[in-house]
């Protein structure tokens, strides 16, 4: 698999567009289409995304900077700057969720609408976002895991190697393997939120849960592949955060089937 010749897509009145930000960008935007179709077949207001997305986003993406900043704490206290410069990349996808998700709990709670109800169609959305920003990774030449002489091994130029592979040409493509799984997890997610008010065995805030798990999960296997990840202590910081997810994901299930909440009724 080759790597972009450049990460600079365009250039716009002397701004540099890099490939990163269109993929994130493009990343929100399918997020917001797909939440609006699902809100639309659950006979859910479509507007509501629309009014909390540039909350959650600018939350989500300053949860981001500010995760990676934090455990990257000793580069930047030297380059105070540098933590505003986004477009070479730098955000952890925890952050994101983490604060994004909070950010719209406190949106929920401000329009009186109910955060398990929602959070079901939210996931499905994130994970379509995920597969699709993953590639902003390619584009930087980032977060790709160990040589690989597969066939779908990523090129990474020598300048972006790490300094003990300085003598393999192609890495495993993490982003590809994460953003594959980000796609299957979002139609399994948007299955579900269409189908909780139609099947007894699922619940408000499954959708939630699953995705909690699924990430957790699927993180984990992506990790052990990975050669750039960031250490707390022992292990790397998506390990730690993963394992939250996934505790958090079965709490959500077992909590969820003891306190009871009424879905909308489908449409169809």
């Known amino acids: 698999m080759p790597s972009p010749a450049h990460p600079v897509a365009f250039e716009f009145f002397g701004v540099a567009v890099r490939w990163y930000a269109i993929f994130i960008l493009t990343g929100i935007v399918a997020a917001i289409v797909l939440i609006r179709a699902l809100a639309l077949r659950r006979g859910l207001d479509p507007e509501f995304p629309l009014d909390a997305a540039p909350w959650v986003v600018l939350a ?8 990676y900043v934090l455990v990257r704490a000793d580069y930047f206290v030297d380059q105070p700057f540098a933590t505003l410069n986004l477009r070479l990349g730098g ?17 929920c709670r401000r329009c009186g609408q109910s955060l ?9 959305g994130v ?27 990523l090129a990474i130029d020598a300048a972006n190697r790490p300094r003990e592979f300085l003598g393999y040409a192609t890495f495993h493509p ?27 065995w699922l619940h408000p805030g499954d ?5 909690c798990i699924t990430y957790g999960m699927g993180r984990l296997l992506v990790e052990g592949l990975r050669t750039d990840s960031l250490y707390i202590g022992p292990l790397p910081g998506p390990v730690w955060a993963s394992a939250v997810f996934i505790v958090a994901g079965l ?18």
């Open 60 to 67: 989500g993406v300053v949860g981001a900077r500010l995760a």
């Open 91 to 107: 955000l952890s996808i925890h952050g994101a969720l983490i604060v994004g998700s909070l950010t719209f709990w406190w949106w």
């Open 207 to 211: 959708g939630l849960a699953l995705y």
């Open 251 to 268: 709490t959500i299930l077992i909590v969820g089937r003891r306190v009871a909440e009424p879905v909308a009724a489908p449409t169809d």
């Open 174 to 200: 993490t982003f590809l393997y994460e953003s594959l799984f980000n796609l299957v997890n979002a139609a399994i997610l948007s299955w579900v939120a269409l189908n909780i008010a139609k099947q007894p």
């Open 116 to 124: 398990r109800l929602w959070s079901d169609l939210m996931v499905a």
């Open 127 to 153: 994970a379509l976002g995920q597969a699709i920003g993953r590639w902003g990774n390619w584009a930087n030449q980032e977060a790709f895991g160990r040589p690989t002489d597969l066939p779908w091994g």
